[in-house]
């Protein structure tokens, strides 16, 4: 029993330090993003007229606020909960992802309730799990596609579901898809979804998936409602 124990303690240092070793190997190259995008704006002005210049700068910013989020929930602190709004959160996703949805030709289709109760959640770690979701959805895709997301109140919980019409994935896929370092697309890292899953259990929450091979899948989070946030 100890012995298993230290085993996982082993494995869990080893996860920890992988994830603070890939961010700061992607600390640099998006500063050097950042500091291009800077200059191409001050040399060409112009490109501020640009459909989704703007899209591009709140992305970086995002990113740059993700990867802090990441090194934090790495070291364990605790979330930073805020009141969210699920319909303005889902078109907030959708905004994010529309640059790439065009260019791919998929459809993102939004399903909403008419009124939600109290939601509190961290939105940067929040989205960092949807966007995910929604890029692997694409992902999934070849050819002529679709993706659904819906955020529904349903028993005291607020369920958000992803569900494509892509590729989907086998029994035995759907097994492992969770673990880190276990990816199943080609030049797949393995840490999306095992990030997504700590992110949303750290929520109170649960994420499920539900897929067919060549039909599609679905990616089933629930996470819970509340008047008040959690006390830390």
Not at 128 to 155: C, D, H, P, W
Not at 156 to 172: A, H, S, Y
Not at 201 to 226: D, M, T
């Amino acid at each position: 029993m100890l012995m298993y124990e230290e085993q996982e303690r082993t494995a869990e240092e080893n996860y920890r330090l992988m994830i603070s070793q890939i961010s700061h190997e992607i600390r640099n190259p998006l500063t050097y993003v950042n500091s291009s995008i800077q200059s191409i704006q001050k040399m060409h002005p112009e490109v501020e007229s640009f459909e989704f210049w703007g899209q591009i700068k709140n992305d970086l910013q995002y990113m740059k606020t993700l990867l802090d989020g990441v090194c934090t929930f790495n070291s364990r602190e605790p979330l930073k909960y805020a009141p969210i709004d699920p319909r303005a959160f889902a078109f907030d996703l959708k905004d994010t992802l529309l640059p790439e949805l065009l260019r791919r030709h998929i459809p993102l289709l939004i399903k909403l309730d008419d009124t939600y109760p109290d939601f509190y959640g961290d939105p940067v770690r929040l989205k960092q799990v949807f966007l995910n979701l929604l890029k692997n959805a694409m992902e999934s895709i070849s050819g002529r596609g679709r993706i659904t997301l819906k955020v529904f109140a349903y028993e005291k919980r607020l369920l958000i579901t992803v569900r494509d019409n892509g590729c989907g994935l086998t029994p035995e896929q759907q097994q492992t898809i969770f673990q880190p370092f276990v990816s199943h697309k080609e030049g797949g890292a393995g840490l999306g979804l095992s990030i997504a899953q700590k992110i949303v259990q750290a929520h109170g929450g649960s994420i499920h998936v539900r897929s067919s091979l060549g039909k599609g899948s679905e990616f089933q989070v629930y996470l819970p409602l509340g008047s008040a946030p959690p006390s830390s």
